[in-house]
């Protein structure tokens, strides 16, 4: 059975950090490129980063650009967000999506609530 479970969420005031993790299991993490997405209240979900499958490339939104550091750990299936200098923009929740290019293959977790406090 394949499951993301988002960890990390929570409350914090702005300018502060918070890392979310993804663990994953029910299929072979190393094989599939993992991003994490937002959805705020009333708008689309968005990408915000996303991490090949090695961790050899990343990429990030131009809005957590310098702020928000995507990373990988294959050996824990685990995927993390490092947020950083937190703004009142970035609450939402966040997802954890795991794809695997060429086969149509995609996952997403249940996602976990980042608040900011001005």
Not at 78 to 83: A, E, N, S
Request: net charge positive.
């Amino acid at each position: 059975q394949v499951q993301l479970v988002e960890s990390g969420g929570g409350l914090v005031q702005s300018g502060g950090s918070l890392r979310l993790s993804c663990a994953a299991s029910g299929f072979t993490f190393g094989n599939y490129a993992m991003s994490w997405y937002r959805q705020a209240t009333g708008k689309e979900r968005e990408l915000v980063a996303s991490i090949s499958s090695f961790g050899v490339s990343t990429i990030h939104s131009d809005s957590v650009k310098g702020r928000f550091t995507i990373s990988r750990d294959n050996a824990k299936n685990t995927v993390y967000l490092q947020m950083n200098s937190l703004k009142p923009e970035d609450p939402a929740v966040y997802y954890c999506r795991a794809r695997r290019a060429g086969l149509g293959l995609a996952y997403w977790g249940q996602g976990t609530q980042v608040t900011v406090s001005s």
